[in-house]
Every structure is written in C-alpha cells, then in structure tokens.
C-alpha cells in the first residue's frame, strides 16, 4: 500500500533577525495507512515543526510533503485549510475547546467550514460523542466539563469528519495517568475499528508504548525510528488502574494489612 | 460557512459580551438618533417656513411702486405715485397668464367701537384680493364689486381686531368709525396668523379700496397690485407680460428703468428654503461626527475581541476556516452591531423628534429618506470600521493563534 503521509528531505528555516534557525534538517519518512506513531524528542528538537507541517499548518522551506500521494507542500491558505477539514483530526494538549460553547457545538464546529446540513451535522457530532462515550454531555458547556471530559469532546470534533489522519499533540499532558490511559483507549480503538491513522507528540515513555512505533527526533533530525515491542493495550491497563484515588488508598491498605 | 450560521455566531459572540457590547452600540445608537432629530428639526422648519409663505396665496405675484427719480436723485421705493387703479383693469384684461389681480392701497388708522378702541392696519382692495390668497370669512360675507364701485362703507375685520373692539359681542351689522368715519362690519375672517417675516395678518381691516382712497386718504394712485397666475409655471410669463404693459401704460422709454417691481413668492420660497437647508445641513453634520466617533468605538472593540480571541481563531483555522470565514466571522460581528444600534438610533430618534415637536412645538418631520439613509448609513460604517480588525483576524498565522495565550 502507497504510505498516506510521504516526506522527503523536508527542511524549515526560520529567520530571527540574523540568525536562522534549522527546525527541520533533511527530513524524510513514511507513515503507512492505519499506523499509530508517536513523535517524541525534548522541546526544541523539531519535532513541534514536523507536525505543524503534517498538520498543513505550515508549510516546508524545501523538500516534499505528499498526504495520500498528492503533493500538498506548495498548496495555498485556503487550500491548506479545505485540506486540513476534510482529511485531518486535531487533538490538542490544551484541549482547545471553544468556551461558553456546548460539547455538540463543540463537536459541530469543524463541519460549519464544509457546507454540511443541519441535520446531518447534528446527527454526526451526537454520534461522534457516543464514540467518547459523552452522549449524555452533548448540551453541557465546555467548560462545565473535566478535563478529560473535555479531550474526550476535542477527540470526537478530530474525528466528526471522517479524517484519514488524526494529529494529536501531547494529548495527555494535560491528564492525570487514568484520565491519559482512557484517552490512549480511545485512540487505540479508533486506530483499530476504523483505520484511523494517528501521529501524538509526547512526552511520556509510558504513553509511547500505547503506540505501534516511536520516532525520536533531535536537532531538527529522526534520531531513531524503530517498532514498539511489548505495545500496550489500554484497554487491560485500565482493568489495573483504580477507578478513584480512594479505591487506590483503599487498595493500599490491604496490601500493607 | 453558511451566512445564517455566520449570524449566529456573530450574535452569539456579542451575547457573550452584553454588557460591552451594549456600550459599544450606545455610540452608534447616539449618533444616529442626534442626526435623525437633527434633520427632521432642521426639515419640519423649512416645510413650515414653505407652509407659511404659501399661506399668503398660491401663485402669487406682487407688483410694487418703484422708486421716483427727481432732480436725478433716486427716492424710496414706493415712492412712485404712477400706478393706479386703471393699470390693474388693464393687467386683468391684457395679461393672458393672469387670472385675478387687485389693487393695494395700505395705510392704519384709529378704530373705535363704543368704548373701545384700537390702532390697526387698513387695507384697500378688491374683491379678487381674497380670491388670491384664498382667504374665507369665518362669520358674515366679504364685500362685493358693487361695494368698491360704489365706494361704499364697508369693512372686513381681522380676529385680532375683533378680538380687540368686540371682546364679548358678534361684530356682523354693527358700524365702527375708521378714522372717525363709519362704516359696517359685514364679515370676519379666518385667522392666519403671523405672516413669515411680516406683520400679524389678523391685524387688519380690510375695506374696499375705491373707499380707502376717496374717503379716507383722497388719493389717485395706488401703493401695489397683487396678482395671481393662471398656474405656478405661468408665473414667469405673467412677470413679463405686466412688465411689458406697464412700461408700455407708464411711457418708459426702451432702456428706461422700470417704476415698478415685481416680487413673486417663488423668490421667497427659494430664499427660506435655501437658508432652512444650510440648517438642516449643519445639524446633521454636527450629529455625523458623533456617528463618526460610534463607529470608531465600534473599531475600538472588533480589535480588542480580535486579540481575545486569538486562540478561537486558531482553531476555527486548524479546523479548516479559511480566510475569508474568519473575515466575514468579525465583519458580521461589526455589521450586526451597527446595524442593531442604528435600528435602535432610529426608534429614538424618532420618538426624540416627536417629543420635541410635542414638548418645545417645533415642527419636525421625519422623511422615510432619512430613516432609510442612517440604516444604510450605519451599516457603512460597520462594514469601514469593522474591516480592518476583521482582516487582522484573517491573516493570523494558525499556529501562532494556536500558542496564543
């Protein structure tokens, strides 16, 4: 199969005042279809840039960018943006939800930009939030929420469209460990039942292990790009994980009994 | 994006702020309300200006003595004594553009009536003097052609001297002295009122010229001729016919100066209503500046909700908002606070005219044109001043937006 996300000797450089700034030196790789990848690498690494330029957020100094075999690194704006609505899925560290907005709206937000009816657009934010398992929360505003609540909506807006490719960035910095775990379940079956491509930013070596493959980057360069050998299923860690703090406590006490 | 999807989140985004939005639009409110009272003050005074002037008879003309030149040296106006009653049959019967004209012969003189008495205006005229300014007794009858043919002593009062000699009587039948002279009221007439920039016209005595001149002055000539045109765009050619014919019966040589003049109230008309104008139109612009100083406030705001919302421009970006979404997001915004201020600038403007028309009984008048004018006017400046913090919105870079906190 031909790889959706295809780069070649991708480079940016910035300018500040003087000096340039290499974000990116020669990079090149390939993301097959339905394949889970995490991007790590300390801050500074490249790593940020290397997925504003998947995101078609930003555009490469030189080099080839080529999203399910077209050429997207020369686009326009807009045409960036018709792009960035029909085939990707944005998850953030900071959630990025629209305030004193309701979850469904929320949710709506990305198919006001692509001339879907009401109805059917109500439709698919609703069943989107079922996916995340907060139907029951459609008409609760966002802030209202917690915040794994909250990633969760931000989860079902990345995905409302149908995209091939959904682009998280630290989606779990934000969240304690169990609130992370049932982000990465989500993920996890979205990669699964419906072949969703997924490319995270993290930190965290523990959350890398929820993914098929991890690429280090350093320097504006892939250090290292190897498989996960005992890739977690999130869905058994949760069975490990205490559902509340005083479950955890309770746990404990057993165990020192 | 759909527009009605626009609208919404454009009212949503200003309910989110009501309170700075409320003042936002109180500016807008302002100005357009001081420009509609502004305007309907300044348009009620030039349609009463209009009013009264056609108040002294429709298609009027006046032909007035001119001045007399004696041993070279000019006199006054009016001081000519070569016109008379002769020259109005004449203008009657030659004049094709004319349809009534009557002699005038003014003078003021004592009127007592038993013991009362008051000091008052006396007109000397004819019959048709009452046809050219369409004015009606409102008791009794006016006097009649056989009346001035005969001399007789008639009069006609005005309600400020009745209201002056009979305060508590009905004054038809009853004789009064003019000048020591007595003679019978047979009519009253309507009021009218103040003339524009003339004396009261209910202060007057109005007898029969031929009486006037013969018993009370003893003079030949007369001071004037009123006249009306067939129809209002004959005026100028009635001017020129009795140009041409009193030149002719007064003997003035090809080159010689008239010993007359010719007023018409169309001069009149032009003169007030050219000056009503300027007033409209320094009111209105005098409230345009506060309109002016709304709608840089409306700027004001649009910029700083740009800022405040850098972060939701970021996302609507990465979710696929073009440019030109984002553009029409905070033009929309701007326009509907315009627009909704002006709505409201008009129902206050409107209810402000009518409360001064009623409280200071000025006369106002609200034209549609004006009203249609400040929606299209407030809209504008929506649309100008809402441009420019709109575009800034649309050229936000989306990860910087995105980072923004």
């Not at chain 1, 030196?25 to 940020?48: H, L, Q």
């Amino acid at each position: 199969m031909a790889p959706i996300i295809h780069v070649e000797n991708l480079t940016k450089i910035y300018r500040m005042g003087d000096v340039e700034v290499h974000a990116l030196r020669k990079v090149s790789a390939d993301v097959e279809p339905g394949e889970f990848v995490a991007i790590m690498g300390a801050s500074g690494s490249g790593k940020s840039t290397f997925m504003n330029i998947l995101g078609c957020l930003d555009t490469p100094t030189s080099g080839q960018y080529h999203l399910d075999g077209k050429d997207v690194s020369t686009l326009s704006r807009d045409e960036l943006a018709a792009i960035r609505n029909r085939k990707m899925g944005f998850i953030f560290q900071q959630f990025n939800l629209l305030t004193r907005t309701t979850a469904l709206e929320n949710v709506e937000l990305p198919m006001m930009y692509n001339n879907t009816s009401n109805r059917e657009r109500e439709e698919k934010a609703l069943e989107a939030l079922r996916i995340v398992g907060l139907a029951d929360r459609a008409h609760h505003y966002s802030n209202q929420l917690s915040g794994g609540q909250q990633q969760r909506v931000a989860i079902a807006r990345a995905l409302v469209n149908n995209p091939s490719i959904i682009l998280a960035d630290e989606p779990t910095g934000n969240l304690d460990s169990r609130t992370s775990v049932e982000v990465m379940e989500i993920l996890q079956r979205l990669n699964q039942d419906k072949g969703i491509t997924i490319v995270m930013v993290t930190h965290e070596k523990d959350i890398a292990q929820f993914t098929q493959r991890n690429v280090f980057f350093r320097d504006g360069k892939i250090l290292f790009d190897r498989e996960v050998e005992d890739r977690l299923d999130a869905q058994q860690v949760l069975a490990t994980i205490p559902e509340t703090l005083e479950e955890e406590l309770l746990e404990n006490g057993k165990e020192t009994k | 994006m759909n527009l009605l999807f626009t609208m919404k989140t454009a009212f949503m985004a200003l309910l989110r702020n009501r309170l700075r939005s409320g003042l936002t639009m109180l500016g807008i409110i302002i100005g357009i309300s001081s420009v509609i009272v502004m305007i309907s003050v300044g348009q009620g005074a030039k349609a009463s200006i209009e009013n009264q002037i056609k108040s002294m008879g429709t298609n009027m003309l006046m032909v007035m003595s001119g001045s007399m030149k004696s041993m070279g040296q000019r006199q006054a106006a009016g001081s000519s004594q070569t016109m008379t009653p002769e020259d109005v049959e004449a203008i009657l019967k030659e004049c094709p553009a004319v349809l009534n004209a009557t002699p005038n012969v003014s003078s003021s003189g004592s009127l007592v009536y038993g013991n009362a008495n008051w000091t008052s205006s006396l007109l000397g005229v004819s019959p048709d003097y009452f046809i050219i300014r369409d004015w009606q007794t409102s008791s009794g009858t006016v006097f009649t052609e056989s009346d001035v043919n005969g001399a007789n002593k008639v009069c006609v009062l005005g309600t400020e001297v009745v209201a002056n000699l009979f305060p508590n009587e009905d004054p038809i039948g009853k004789m009064i002295r003019i000048k020591g002279i007595p003679f019978k009221v047979v009519g009253v007439m309507v009021s009218k009122g103040q003339a524009a920039m003339g004396p009261n016209q209910d202060d007057t005595v109005i007898i029969p010229y031929t009486t006037l001149m013969k018993r009370i002055l003893n003079q030949t000539n007369i001071s004037g001729i009123m006249v009306s045109a067939v129809s209002q765009d004959q005026i100028s050619d009635a001017k020129e016919q009795i140009t041409e014919l009193l030149r002719a019966r007064h003997r003035i040589k090809k080159g010689g100066e008239d010993d007359f003049f010719i007023g018409s109230q169309t001069d009149m008309t032009n003169k007030a209503t050219s000056i009503a104008n300027v007033m409209t139109l320094l009111l209105g612009s005098v409230a345009s500046i506060s309109l002016i100083v709304g709608g840089i406030g409306i700027m004001n705001i649009m910029l700083v909700s740009v800022r405040e919302r850098t972060r939701e421009i970021g996302i609507r970006m990465a979710l696929g908002a073009r440019s030109r979404d984002i553009l029409l997001q905070f033009m929309v915004e701007a326009f509907v606070l315009s627009l909704i201020g002006g709505l409201v600038g008009i129902i206050l403007g409107v209810s402000g005219a009518m409360l001064i028309s009623k409280i200071a009984k000025w006369s106002t008048y609200i034209s549609f044109i004006s009203i249609v004018l400040s929606i299209g006017f407030s809209s504008a400046i929506g649309i100008f001043f809402g441009f420019y913090p709109a575009r800034m919105a649309a050229q936000l870079n989306p990860i910087e937006a995105l980072r923004f906190e």
